[in-house]
């Protein structure tokens, strides 16, 4: 049984923006840096942090423009960015020989760091995401049609939840609790808008500018140590 069930609020600056990660103590442990995906959010991973935190240094990063991080005021929602945002995090923190694991996103990000830092990462943990083929996925395309229908807010909480139910229907209650206190806000006139920066992202994802595209190919091939992959049994993406 995990020794700690609840995580520590903790900031850093880093690019010139405040980001806000989750410290589930055990400080003299090997750390494991975790980076959620696209929508996600620090607290996504608190189920998977409570079963490692007592064996491990739990680190989970609300990235750019999630959670209670920052928004890039210019829109800067791309790989390089994230990567060059964790880079700096490793800095900071002093973080030697840790494990890294993302999501989705969060595993594009893991790939290209991996590749980048092999002397910083002693292994990686890949959930949902490889390099992607000359066409796009089923997945993509079902994400690029969420962002585009998303509206920018609701009446209620009770119309919110609707919303994130229809997109994810197998969620449990819990996680949806979750997952509402993580994505949404409500604004001075009750109305219930999200929490990230939601065009901002949603504007970078659609981008098509090939300087801004990372081809994870080569790095996957860069990958020297210990890696696993996860993928979903039902799974769109990978």
């Given at each position: ?80 960015a994230y ?59 079902r994400i ?95």
């Amino acid at each position: 049984m995990a020794t700690q069930a609840t995580a520590t609020d903790r900031f850093v600056t880093v690019n010139g923006l405040r980001i806000r990660y989750l410290d589930w103590g055990n400080a003299g442990a090997q750390p494991i840096v975790m980076l959620h995906g696209l929508r996600s959010f620090a607290h996504d991973w608190d189920i998977v942090s409570t079963e490692l935190c007592d064996r491990y240094h739990v680190l989970a990063l609300d990235q750019r423009g999630r959670g209670d991080s920052a928004w890039d005021p210019k829109g800067n929602y791309f790989t390089e960015a994230y990567v060059s945002d964790l880079e700096q995090f490793v800095d900071q923190l002093g973080l030697d020989r840790f494990i890294l694991m993302g999501h989705s996103m969060g595993g594009a990000n893991t790939i290209v760091y991996t590749s980048r830092h092999p002397e910083k990462v002693a292994a990686a943990v890949i959930e949902d995401m490889g390099p992607r083929s000359s066409s796009p996925s089923e997945g993509m395309m079902r994400i690029a049609r969420e962002l585009e229908n998303t509206p920018q807010e609701f009446a209620s909480w009770a119309k919110a939840e609707a919303f994130w139910r229809e997109q994810r229907p197998r969620i449990s209650q819990e996680a949806m609790k979750v997952r509402l206190e993580n994505t949404l806000k409500q604004l001075p006139n009750g109305k219930i808008t999200w929490k990230y920066d939601i065009q901002g992202i949603a504007k970078a994802r659609a981008s098509t500018d090939p300087s801004r595209q990372v081809d994870l190919w080569p790095h996957v091939r860069k990958l020297q140590c210990p890696t696993l992959v996860l993928r979903g049994a039902l799974s769109d993406i990978l």
